[in-house]
Structures are given as structure tokens and as C-alpha cells.
């Protein structure tokens, strides 16, 4: 073994660390990871993490179809596959996208190991150190951490209630062609955003596809949540708008369940082939049982009734997080979703989401702070709130003791503080603060 340590370079806690490559220093942990450890017990409210509620599919669905590949396929299911996935399940995920506007061929489709691991290949293709990815400010945490693994510098680009801003997307463009910098892709998640929880107009989806056509930018869309609406259908997908500038990423993970890990890929032929070869080299093929199960799954049980199950479950959960919101924090401001997980929350500008988490988990209520969702430190004063998988109660509860935590750091705050600007957005006097919480 090579002793590190007695060179220099390692430490006591890891003898290896000097052995690692550039990128690992781009995997480091959240510094909120650990307090999830402690927010996963069940007395905690977690309104931190993006599962979802997976007990409203039913498992006899799942069985049924389990059985019926073992029965009539199982050899095949056991065995490897092809690195761009099982033909007929990619057939079928034509008729996924096609809910969103879409049309493509089944030689465009490259299953993936979930839409994460998609991420992680069209990367390898294209980030090269010092490259920049430009996306949302907030962007998908997960997302984030693997383009710094890469080396990439991540240029965010605002929001506002109708999602990513073209003319902010023009000028950000200008000034990194100035600096000499090199832009490799747009990641954006157009629809129910992760974690601002808005969704781009329609307008702005052909502004800025026009744009980035103009600049020779390629588009990464990124779409797990477009099915999972609430009232009415979001816009169709960038992808409908254009075949050869966009990459577009999707997944059974949110209206199927996450535990089968199949995503998928549907990309311009050149780069659909360096996708394949990208898959092969990483995981040969991606799960031939998982895909086949839900190939037949698929086949034989009513996915769109159950999609329709989900958006139900979903669409109560977040009205009873706006409402509780509305109840308790009425001098706060929030996003309101028409679909998907999240609803982002603003507090005054003088409290830190961060700094008052381990309190919140004290009080047995957990969130992500915003600055998880940007490369660049922004989102101190925000909050993702989850609402996908506890349960309406839980949300009123989650959300009351997150109330007692906000106005404790209010309080403290404003008692050290002169008075000025923490006067000018202190709650309505009338306000009546909800009960301690006893359960
Ligand atoms: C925006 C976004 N992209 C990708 C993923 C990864 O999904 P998958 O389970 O398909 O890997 C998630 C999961 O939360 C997500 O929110």
C-alpha cells in the first residue's frame, strides 16, 4: 500500500487525500447532509427532500407486472441489455413524451440509469475544465454537483414568477463571450421547477431557444415533473419546438417510482451515439429487469389514470402548504406551483435559512436552505419546501413549527438589532402566533 501519509499528502482521516483527481473536490457533501441524518427520524417533519409519495401506487400493479416478465421474459429480464435500452420500452416512452408535445424516434431514445445518471453522461460528452453551464439561479442541487465534478463554472441566470428571463439569459451571454469564456450548455428545467417551483411561459420557451440557436448554445432539458400538472397542461416541451439543439431528459422516477432507476435520453443522432457509447462504458447496460417491468407495466395497467392518482395527492398537498403558508407567515412571500414538488419560500432578507436549520430540526421540522440549490452562495433567504411525501396533516404541522422557528429567529433578532430596517417588515400586529408544538 502507498503510504500517503508519511509522504505528505495524505491525512489522518483519509490517507489517500492527496491521491485524488481535480474533479472529486467538485463531489463535496452538503454541509446540511448531516443534519438530514437526524431529519430522517420520524418524529421529524421532513419538508426537505424530493421523494415521492410512492405508497399512492398500488403494489399489486407492480407485482403483476414483476410476475408476468418472470414468467414469459425472465432469462432476458436477468440478462444484460443494449446500452441504449430496451427497444419496446423506448417505444413506449414515445408515447410518454408525446403528452408533452413531442415527436421523435425510437432510435433517438437512450435509456438511462434515472435522468440523474443522464446528467452525469452528457456531461463526460461535454464539459471540459473552466467550461460554463449556464441555468437558473436556484438550479436542481444534484444537477449543480455534478457539473462542478466536471470542473464546469455554473453561470446562473435569474427567474421570476414565469421562469427563466430571456433578457437576463442575453446579457449573462454577452458577458461571459467577453470575458473569453466558453459556454457548453443551458441546463434548465423549464416546467415545475426544482426548486423554485415556476414554470416557464411559452413565450419565453420559443425566446429562448431562439436565442441559444443564435449563439450556438445546445439546450439541456430537463423534465421529471411536466406530467404531474395541477389545474391546467403546462406549455409543451422545448424539445417540441427543435430537434438538433436540444437534449431532453426524462424519468419514471416521479410518476412511476424512483426504485427502478430508468430514465431517459432523447438526443440529436450525433450525440445520441457518444450518449450510447458513454452508457456502455459506465454501467454496459442500464437494468434490463427494471425496464422490462415497466414496459409492462406500461402494457397492461392504466399509467395515465395513475399519473392522474399522483397529481391528485400532489395538488392537495400543495394547496394545504399554501394555505397553512397563507395561515401562519402571511407577511412572507412564495411561489405557488401549478405541478410538480416544490414551493420556494422568501424570508426577510435578515435571516439566514442555513444558520436556522439546526434549530428547525430541534423543533422536528427540516427544509433546504436555498443556498443548496446555487453554486455561488445566493438563497441565504430561502427555503425549499417539499410537498410531495408527508402527508396533508404532517404538511399543517411541518409548516406550524416551522412558523414557531421563523418568528424565535425574528424575535431574537430584532431584540439585538436596532430598530430600521427589521421594523419595516416585522408581522402584523395582529398576528397570533400558532400553539408550541406538543406533537
Ligand atoms: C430536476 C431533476 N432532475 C433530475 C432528477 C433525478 O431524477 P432521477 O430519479 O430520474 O435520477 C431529479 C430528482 O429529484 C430532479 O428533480
Request: aromatic fraction near 8%.
Amino acid at each position: 500500500m502507498n503510504d500517503n501519509t508519511r509522504s505528505g499528502t495524505g491525512n489522518n482521516l483519509d490517507p489517500w487525500y492527496g491521491n485524488y483527481a481535480a474533479r472529486a473536490a467538485g463531489l463535496a457533501a452538503s454541509e446540511v447532509r448531516a443534519l438530514f441524518a437526524v431529519a430522517s427520524r420520524p418524529e421529524v417533519v421532513s419538508l426537505a427532500g424530493g421523494m415521492p409519495f410512492v405508497s399512492g401506487l398500488p403494489q399489486d400493479l407492480v407485482i403483476d407486472a414483476m410476475n408476468r416478465v418472470m414468467s414469459n421474459q425472465g432469462a432476458a429480464a436477468l440478462q444484460y441489455g443494449s446500452g441504449q435500452g430496451v427497444p419496446a420500452l423506448r417505444e413506449q416512452i414515445l408515447d410518454v413524451m408525446a403528452l408533452e408535445g413531442i415527436k421523435a424516434g425510437v432510435d433517438d431514445v437512450v435509456v438511462t440509469t434515472g435522468s440523474q445518471h443522464a446528467l452525469e453522461l452528457v456531461s463526460k460528452l461535454f464539459l471540459d475544465p473552466g467550461d460554463v453551464v449556464l441555468s437558473e439561479g436556484p438550479s436542481y442541487v444534484t444537477a449543480v454537483v455534478i457539473f462542478k465534478s466536471y470542473q464546469a463554472e455554473i453561470e446562473h441566470v435569474p427567474m421570476d414568477e414565469h421562469g427563466l428571463i430571456p433578457e437576463a439569459l442575453r446579457e449573462h451571454i454577452n458577458g461571459l463571450k467577453r470575458a473569453g469564456k466558453r459556454i457548453k450548455f443551458l441546463y434548465t428545467i423549464p416546467t415545475f421547477h426544482n426548486p423554485a417551483g415556476v414554470t416557464l411561459s411559452w413565450e419565453r420557451r420559443v425566446e429562448i431557444l431562439e436565442i441559444c440557436r443564435s449563439e450556438g448554445i445546445l439546450v439541456l432539458e430537463d423534465n421529471p415533473y411536466g406530467l404531474l400538472y395541477f389545474e391546467e397542461k403546462p406549455p409543451a416541451a422545448i424539445r417540441s419546438l427543435e430537434t438538433d439543439g436540444v437534449i431532453y431528459l426524462g424519468t419514471f422516477s416521479k410518476t412511476l417510482a424512483p426504485g427502478f432507476r430508468v430514465g431517459w435520453a432523447l438526443a440529436p443522432h450525433a450525440i445520441r451515439e457518444k450518449l450510447i457509447l458513454a452508457n456502455e462504458a459506465a454501467v454496459l447496460s442500464p437494468s434490463s429487469f427494471s425496464q422490462m417491468i415497466i414496459s409492462q407495466y406500461l402494457d397492461t395497467a392504466d399509467w395515465k389514470g395513475q399519473i392522474d392518482t399522483f397529481r391528485g395527492i400532489y395538488k392537495e398537498r400543495k394547496e394545504t402548504m399554501l394555505s397553512a403558508l397563507t395561515e401562519y407567515l402571511p407577511d412572507l412571500t412564495w411561489t405557488n406551483p401549478n405541478g410538480g414538488f416544490y414551493v420556494w419560500l422568501t424570508l426577510p432578507d435578515y435571516l439566514d435559512s442555513k444558520q436556522m436549520l439546526p434549530r428547525a430540526v430541534t423543533e422536528l421540522v427540516a427544509y433546504t436552505p436555498g443556498t443548496a440549490f446555487f453554486a455561488d452562495g445566493q438563497g441565504r433567504n430561502n427555503i425549499r419546501l417539499s410537498f410531495c411525501y408527508p402527508t396533508p396533516e404532517q404538511i399543517k404541522l411541518g409548516i406550524r413549527r416551522l412558523t414557531s422557528v421563523i418568528n424565535a429567529e425574528r424575535d431574537l433578532l430584532e431584540s439585538f438589532s436596532a430598530t430600521g430596517p427589521l421594523t419595516a417588515i416585522r408581522r402584523d400586529d395582529n398576528y397570533t402566533a400558532p400553539p408550541p408544538n406538543t406533537n
